[in-house]
């Protein structure tokens, strides 16, 4: 009897210590596992924060374009326009897509809008490589911009119209289903090598086709 009750404590302890090395090889295995979903969790974030700083590029590439567009406006042409007011008939409308149809957007960000599909250009103050609208001319100026998407329950159509990187006036719309338009116009007092041109609103998308249903426009009214 005591043989055997000394084999059953033998037997107990070997089982002991197989249980405490089966538990600490799964307190290892949870920590691995741990670590592995944290290490996702980190490259998810990783992507969002590099997604957030490529849209932040392609807004400071826009404002640069900008600047760049302006300087190309020289002193002496500026001087000439102001002495021969050469320049009497600006006109522009253009739409989104220069060809196909497709939606642009949502960003993250506020974001310049290119409108490739020229219907007028007289005075070629519009450009459509970079959808900016530079002032040829002092004078009094109206715009007009046309922006429609089909209805999407969590991304509206919105855009705005910026004058010298300033924000003037939106076009805004939201509804869950269907197709959605808005509009908005304005009338402005631009000096020479003003930029005027219009950005997607954050969130937001606008539509395009053959159609032509979003647009943007602007005219000369009268010289100063």
Avoid at 52 to 66: C, D, F, G, R
Avoid at 127 to 147: K, L, S, W
């Amino acid at each position: 009897m005591s043989a055997s009750l000394a084999e059953q404590r033998v037997e107990m302890r070997h089982l002991q210590r197989e249980n405490e090395a089966q538990a600490s090889k799964l307190r290892e295995l949870e920590l691995q596992k741990t670590e592995v979903e944290r290490q996702k969790t980190e490259v998810e974030r990783q992507k969002t924060e590099l997604e957030k700083l490529k849209q932040q590029l392609q807004a400071q590439s826009a404002v640069l374009i900008t600047m760049k567009e302006r300087s190309n406006i020289t002193e002496n042409q500026v001087e000439a326009l102001k002495r021969d007011g050469e320049v009497k008939q600006v006109a522009f409308s253009a739409s989104l897509l220069a060809s196909g149809e497709g939606t642009v957007g949502p960003f993250n960000t506020h974001t310049p809008l290119v409108f490739r599909h020229i219907v007028t250009n007289t005075g070629n103050a519009y450009n459509p490589n970079t959808g900016f609208f530079i002032a040829p001319v002092r004078g009094a100026y109206h715009f007009e911009f046309y922006i429609g998407a089909h209805g999407h329950a969590s991304h509206p159509s919105g855009a705005v119209l910026v004058k010298n990187g300033q924000h003037v006036f939106i076009a805004y719309e939201h509804q869950p289903s269907h197709y959605g338009t808005s509009a908005n116009g304005v009338t402005l007092l631009l000096e020479v090598g003003d930029v005027v041109f219009l950005r997607l609103w954050v969130n937001t998308r606008i539509f395009d086709n053959g159609n032509h249903h979003s647009t943007f426009s602007g005219h000369l009214l009268f010289t100063m």
